[in-house]
């Protein structure tokens, strides 16, 4: 069973920065993807960053040139480093990876005060 532990999530204001690290209990070599989804409260989950396994990586068009995702390969970690955060960014961040089955974190909770 893999686990993936997330942190760096919590408060802070509008414009300001934050940094997300999922860290996989396995090697991330065996895994297609990873990423990251959010969901705010009465709204569906949604997919905000993900990284392939050759460092391609895809955004959510809400989140482009303010957000970046990262790996490290050697720590079996996963960031998302995410600036000029906005009020609608506020969600809890769930960390997934995509392997022979798609496995997720606990959620961490970010919250933008405007």
């Known amino acids: 069973q893999v686990q993936l532990v997330e942190s760096g999530g919590g408060l802070v204001q509008a414009g300001g920065s934050l940094s997300l690290s999922c860290t996989a209990s396995r090697s991330i070599f065996s895994f297609l993807a990873m990423g990251w989804y959010r969901q705010a409260p009465g709204k569906q989950r949604e997919l905000v960053a993900s990284i392939t396994l050759s460092s391609d990586t895809n955004y959510v068009d809400s989140v482009k040139g303010r957000f970046t995702i990262s790996r490290d390969n050697a720590k079996n970690t996963v960031a998302l480093q995410m600036n000029s955060l906005k009020p609608e960014d506020t969600a809890v961040y769930y960390c997934?990876?995509?392997?022979?089955?798609?496995?997720w974190g606990q959620g961490t909770q970010v919250t933008v005060s405007s």
């Open positions: 997934y990876a995509h392997g022979s089955s798609v496995y």
